[in-house]
């Protein structure tokens, strides 16, 4: 199965000049940018189905408001996804798990207090898990937003990936962390498609895609 991986377009997502050819496409969240004005999300929708890929599979970011604030009414709206928020599916054999939950920054959506708060969305996730899709990074893993800048990420979420080992973690939230990063068990990629400045430049802009 191939994997064509992507975060934080934040609204942009009709101005990436093409995707790769791929079985599933999965968003990892911040697909809209203030999260308050749904057009972002029938935009998006018309997008994914726009898009050539027999399955898509989506999480939600902190930008994504309306899918905290209103989940009875976000949700129906993304037709042309499977819609992950602290829940999984299998499609063709390949298990997917996918939460939007990130540490605390401002007053953005889908957050927790650093510390054992976060335990109550990582426990959740399942062993023999083959792709682990989260909206931002585990703590010391491309969650810099420039070189020599704090590590961002999330310490609990580290110790659970550790624990469980996905073949596949992928993320984005911290922008200018994109990029690749393999251990044994499991490759690591933060997928923000948009650098910190919110331009699809290098390091951001470079589609990932992996085959399982």
Not at 14 to 28: E, F, K, M, T
Not at 48 to 67: K, M
Request: one cysteine or more; a negative charge; glycine letters at 10%.
């Amino acid at each position: 199965m191939r994997l064509v991986l992507i975060s934080d377009t934040h609204g942009l997502h009709n101005r990436i000049p093409g995707l790769p050819d791929g079985d599933v496409l999965v968003h990892a969240g911040d697909f809209m940018n203030s999260g308050f004005d749904v057009e972002d999300i029938f935009s998006f929708n018309t997008w994914l189905g726009e898009q050539n890929f027999p399955h898509c599979v989506v999480c939600a970011g902190n930008h994504d408001r309306y899918f905290q604030m209103a989940p009875e009414m976000a949700r129906p709206l993304l037709t042309n996804a499977i819609y992950l928020e602290n829940s999984g599916i299998t499609i063709d054999g390949v298990s997917f798990w996918g939460s939007p939950y990130t540490p605390e920054f401002l007053s953005w959506a889908f957050m927790y207090p650093r510390g054992s708060a976060a335990n109550r969305y990582w426990d959740q996730i399942p062993h023999g898990l083959d792709v682990l899709i989260t909206h931002g990074p585990p703590f010391g893993i491309l969650d810099q937003t420039a070189p020599g800048e704090p590590h961002l990420g999330c310490e609990e979420l580290l110790k659970a990936v550790e624990e469980k080992k996905p073949r596949v973690h992928l993320f984005g939230h911290i922008h200018g962390g994109a990029g690749l990063f393999e251990n044994e068990a499991t490759r690591f990629v933060n997928a923000a498609y948009l650098n910190e400045r919110y331009k699809p430049l290098a390091p951001a802009g470079q589609i990932r895609v992996v085959d399982l």
